[in-house]
Nanobody
Framework: VQLQASGGGLVQPGGSLRLSCVASGNIIAINNMAWYRRPPGKARQEVAR???????TYGHSVKGRFTISRDNAEKTVYLQMNSLKPEDTAVYYC???????????????WGQGTQVTVSS
C-alpha cells in the first residue's frame, strides 16, 4: 500500500500547477485525504483537506487560490494550485486515512513528496 504523488515542478509567480496523488495496493476504503507542505527551513503545515463525502478545508494562506478534489473510483486526490507565489515553494506531501483490512482499522499514510518551486 502506498501513496504516489506527482505534478511538482518549477513555475513562475502567478502560474499554476496541479498535483496528483494516487493510492495503490489492497485498499478497502479511503477516508480523509489531505495535502501538506514543508517550506524550506519551516515546519510542515496542512494545506488542504477533503473528507470522503467531499467537504473541504483550506489553510488561510492558500484559500481562494488552491482547490482540493478527489476521484474515489481512481483513489486519487488532486491539488489545483493557481496564482502561485514564491512563498508557496515547498515539498508537498499527500496524506490519507486508509482501511487496508488490518485489525487497527484506519491507518494514516504519507506520500513521498513532490517539490514545488515558484520563482522567476
Amino acid at each position: 500500500v502506498q501513496l504516489q504523488a506527482s505534478g511538482g515542478g518549477l513555475v513562475q509567480p502567478g502560474g499554476s500547477l496541479r498535483l496528483s496523488c494516487v493510492a495503490s495496493g489492497n485498499i478497502i476504503a479511503i477516508n480523509n485525504m489531505a495535502w501538506y507542505r514543508r517550506p524550506p527551513g519551516k515546519a510542515r503545515q496542512e494545506v488542504a483537506r477533503i473528507t470522503s463525502t467531499g467537504s473541504t478545508t483550506y489553510g488561510h494562506s492558500v484559500k481562494g487560490r488552491f482547490t482540493i478534489s478527489r476521484d474515489n473510483a481512481e483513489k486519487t486526490v488532486y491539488l489545483q494550485m493557481n496564482s502561485l507565489k514564491p512563498e508557496d515553494t515547498a515539498v508537498y506531501y499527500c496524506n490519507a486515512d486508509l482501511n487496508i483490512g488490518s485489525a487497527s482499522g484506519w491507518e494514516n499514510y504519507w506520500g513521498q513528496g513532490t517539490q514545488v518551486t515558484v520563482s522567476s
